[in-house]
């Protein structure tokens, strides 16, 4: 659609731009410009529909079948993981484990947090303590926040076997990495003249980042270690599966002994966690902002 | 008798920035005791360079800085803490921390006197309290003490600026463009607080200035600077046309059009003067 327009609209600015010049030369080149516009555009489009035919052959996926079947595997799919009055009785097996995914994704975002700031401090461009340390944070934030939290669960399993900590520590790692590097940024962007004063007048640069670098940036942390929490909230379900705790157990049990009735309860109340969350953690960016 | 009186003596100060040309070339300058410096010149003369390099928020290439007869280029961390506290700093920015109250930033001026984790910590004693409070009351925001600094106007962010600095019980008063980002009446209003400060005070304010009819009319003496060298010192009724075109070269300055000079070389007079007296009662 907007390709289109791109398109059409090409020939008739040009057409604009001589009665502005009036120099044939000037034509010609204003034409050439939007003609490569056009075939840039073009091109760009052919080769999408190409790489999703392609791609999607690969996958077997077929718009076709596509459009024909998936409603029918929803309405099969709500059908069966649709909770009745029966599984209600099951919550009070399914909302300790929800309150105890709750506490560990809390934790280990706020606990990741206090570590990626002092790392995102020394590391920053701004509070640095220079040499080589800036790029050895971004490489440790980069190798942490690049493995996925999945993998993570999986390597220390090998170490601390199925229990709460293994699942908290793969979530903190996870957090830790991504935060840093949301520190990093952040504190990069703050402006510098407020440091530049306290340096000025004698302070120490303890004293700097408490009295001037955590007060200028606490709300975009505060904003980052909330959204933190939710993705680790969505996150701990599928680590607590690999893990056997909280709420992802209590999801791959139900689901392997085939009650599917209760296997959705526990979806519904993971989804109904994440929206108060969301709806929380909105609310308090718009109160501290 | 003169050498007590000097309260700053720059020798040969010389600032190279890597790879680039001199940005501070042979320097030499002093200021007395309760004095009021003003540095004019063309943006990028190296002001802004000269002023840090007193302070050492820049290092200086060559050259020595001698504060209250101690020599800063050869300081240690420690000892360099412990100058800053009597060279306080105002910037054209402010500088403040936004998200604290006026109080609050007032009594950053007092870090460099207290140890690492009370001043991290902000337990600052009655006394350093009570001169918070007395300060802001000086520049006249007495009332705003406990408001916080991004709802205050430019002027009055300015002034907090000047109390945070005065807090420190400095006796030099470094002030980098301190009215370059605010209106005319503003400018004013911070400028004759910076005069108070030195005549009533007597803090020595060294001030880089892009407004030549202020500095004109506050300074005791201006200094001219041109591509990081010294190329005018003198009273403000020594400056004449022919300075402003040795310190800002051919270019046609902003707000030093051809037709305001006469009148404010003609005020000029009147407040050199004035500045005159003053710096004989220093003296
Ligand atoms: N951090 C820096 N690195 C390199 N060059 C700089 C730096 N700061 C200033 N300069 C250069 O030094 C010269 C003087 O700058 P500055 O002291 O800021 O001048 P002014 O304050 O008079 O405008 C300019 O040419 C500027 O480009
Ligand atoms: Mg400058």
Known sequence: MRARKLAVEGPASAKASTRLTGTNASLAATNAFFRKKTLVLLALVIGFFVINGVSGAFVDFDFVSAVVDIPAGIAWMAAEFMPTVDSLSKLESILPALGSTILASVASSCIAAVFAFVLAVLGSRTTGIGGPTSIIVRAIASIFRNIPVVAWALVLLFSFKQSEFTGFLALFLTSFGYLTRCFLETIDEMSTGPIEALRAAGATYFQIVVQCVMPMCVTSIISWVLYMIETNIRDATLVGILTGTGIGFVFDVYYKSFRYDVAGLTLVTIVLVVIACETLSNYIRRRIM | ?283
């Open chain 2, 1 to 283: 008798m003169a050498d007590e009186n000097i309260l700053l003596d720059i020798r040969g100060l010389t600032k190279c920035y890597k790879g680039d040309a001199k940005a501070l070339d042979d320097v030499s300058l002093n200021v007395r005791r309760g004095e009021f410096v003003t540095i004019i010149g063309a943006s990028g003369a190296g002001k802004s360079t000269l002023l840090r390099c007193i302070n050492r928020l820049i290092e200086p290439t060559s050259g020595s800085v001698v504060f209250d007869g101690r020599e800063m280029t050869q300081l240690g961390k420690r000892d360099l803490r412990l100058a800053r506290q009597r060279i306080s700093m105002i910037f054209q920015h402010y500088n403040l921390v936004y998200r604290m109250t006026a109080i609050e930033n007032v009594l950053h001026g007092r870090l460099g006197y207290k140890s690492t984790l009370a001043g991290a910590l902000g337990l600052y004693s009655e006394d350093e309290k009570a001169l918070a409070f007395k300060v802001l009351d000086q520049v006249g925001l007495a009332d705003f003490a406990y408001k916080r600094t991004d709802q205050l106007s430019g002027g009055q962010k300015q002034r907090v600026g000047i109390a945070r600095a005065l807090v420190q019980e400095p006796l030099l008063m470094l002030c980098d463009e301190p009215i370059a980002s605010l209106d005319p009446k503003s400018s004013r209003t911070v400028m004759e607080r910076l005069r108070w400060v030195a005549d009533e005070l007597g803090i020595a304010c060294l001030v880089n200035l892009h407004q030549v009819d202020f500095a004109l009319e506050f300074s005791d003496r201006i200094v001219g600077l041109a591509k990081g060298r010294k190329v005018f010192e003198g009273t403000p009724d020594e400056v004449n046309e022919e300075v402003i075109h040795t310190v800002y070269g051919d270019v046609d300055i902003e707000g030093l059009p051809g037709d305001r000079m006469v009148p404010t070389i003609v005020q000029a007079d009147v407040a050199g003067g004035a500045a005159g007296t003053s710096s004989t009662g220093v003296a």
